[in-house]
């Protein structure tokens, strides 16, 4: 089991910035592939990037493509989500995953999850 605590999240001007991190214990932090998901108020839990030992995937959403970066710090046993030009659309709660195996977009792939951080954009 992975034991995951993502911070960085709060309230940030449409336009602004934001970098989540995510801290992993619990196993060997490079063989996992680690996701950021988030859910906003109302809506089902999405898949907005992922990272393993392959290398990074990012949704191809348009509402998160060009803006939202993954990465990781093995040596840090950390995972991070650079999040750009900001809109009140990505209100959400974010979370992090960890899997073991390779690169997934998919909710069920992923075993383990943090409690989630809190983004909110403001207008």
């Known amino acids: 089991q992975v034991q995951l605590v993502e911070s960085g999240g709060g309230l940030v001007q449409a336009g602004g910035s934001l970098r989540l991190s995510c801290a992993a214990s619990?196993?060997?932090?490079?063989?996992?592939?680690m996701g950021w998901f988030r859910q906003a108020p109302g809506k089902e839990r999405e898949f907005v990037s992922a990272?393993?030992?392959?290398?990074?995937?990012?949704s191809c959403q348009d509402s998160v493509k060009g803006r939202f970066t993954i990465s990781r710090d093995n040596a840090q046993n950390a995972v991070y989500l650079q999040m750009n030009n900001l809109t009140p659309e990505d209100t959400a709660v974010y979370f992090c995953a960890a899997r073991q195996g390779g690169r997934s977009t998919r909710r069920s792939d992923y075993g383990d999850w943090g409690q989630g951080t809190q983004v909110t954009v403001s207008s």
């Open positions: 990272c393993s030992w392959s290398g990074p995937i990012t």
């Open positions: 619990g196993r060997t932090f490079s063989t996992l592939t």
